[in-house]
């Protein structure tokens, strides 16, 4: 019985023994850890179920193959295209190109920066397979599509930064068609300066050297129109000092001129207004004196008037004898032409000093 009894104890420890490791392998093989920059896909084998699990932790999944699991790494990788032969799925041979004149160009170290979309990982899955199948896509859908956005460029415009860039950006966007259908992007396509053969890269040297010339020559053109503009300027100032100098002089001239022009007319006003007063007071002085020696003109005109008239009315005797008075002292030589008693004509001649 003890016997029996120390046998069942044994056997006891042993079950308890494996059932441990069991529970202990059934637990390892039960989680798998994600770490920061991976991504799993949980599928159910039985209803074909796909679960992305985008962050870092432990994910469960059920034994015996109800559960499968695939941890991918969705952190940016690189693809590279250098050197002559293909190495594995993310190294291949450098890239040649036939440019639209005909030509021919490669880049000796093209790098494609790419990464899975977490949140499309079960895409990648089923579209790719298990594991890393995905990059197989990298080498065919890279090298044509480059190779066609860059064969649009001819040897001149592909040295040209801008048209370099904008057909990496075309590229950049095809693939991302492409790709992104199927759970992968690209980020960044770095590419070095095209290198074409020995004689056509002595004259794209050539032609940079006449290109930084011509560099400086816009360069010395812009110097001369600044310096050209500042002269300009500076003559402008000055002119415009001068005639603003004049302007103030001219004004300050017309200012004076004006002042005296006012005074001038003051002063001719003033003359005007004494001269007309003078002239008036004349006037009425002359007016009043020409009344007065018409009034004695007048009384001088009665006067004689009445003389004559009184003389007309005395006999001829007595005008004969106020006449002799009057001529006393003159000859006077008569000669009648008519038998008239009363002559009508009378001639005076003056003889000596007498009348």
Known sequence: MTGGGGGSSWFDWVWIGGALIAGLILMSTSFTAIEPGQVAVRINNITGGL???????????????????????????????HGSKNVDDLEV???????????????????????IAGDEAQTVIRDGGEERGYLKWMRPYVRAILRDEFGRE???????????????????????????????IVTQIVTPRPQFNDEYEKLIEERNKLGNQLEVIKSNLA????????????????????????????????????????DATREADTYKISKVAEGQAALSAAKQQ???????????????????????????????????ERLRGVTIAIEPWANDANPSRVEVEKIGGAQ
């Open 223 to 262: 110097a001369a129109e600044t310096s050209r503009e500042r002269r300009l300027a500076e003559v402008n100032r000055d002119q415009n000092r001068q005639i603003q100098e004049k302007r103030t002089e001219l004004e300050s001239a017309l200012a004076t001129a004006i002042a005296a022009q006012a």
């Open 154 to 184: 001819s040897t001149i415009s592909v040295s040209n930064p801008t048209k370099f860039g904008e057909a990496t950006e075309r590229a950049k966007s095809r693939l991302n068609e492409l790709l992104g259908v199927h759970g992968v």
């Open 290 to 324: 020409a009344a007065e020696l018409r009034g004695q003109l007048d009384a001088v005109y009665r006067a004689r008037k009445a003389e004559i008239d009184a003389f007309r009315s005395q006999p001829v005797e007595r005008v004969m004898e106020r006449l002799g």
């Open 93 to 115: 041979s450098e890239l040649t190109v036939r440019a639209s004149d005909g030509s021919n160009f490669h880049f000796s170290d093209t790098t494609i920066i790419f990464q």
């Open 51 to 81: 679960v992305t699990v985008t962050q870092p932790g432990w994910i469960t999944r059920l034994p015996f193959g109800i559960h499968s699991v695939y941890v991918l790494d969705a952190s940016p990788q690189t693809f590279s295209m």
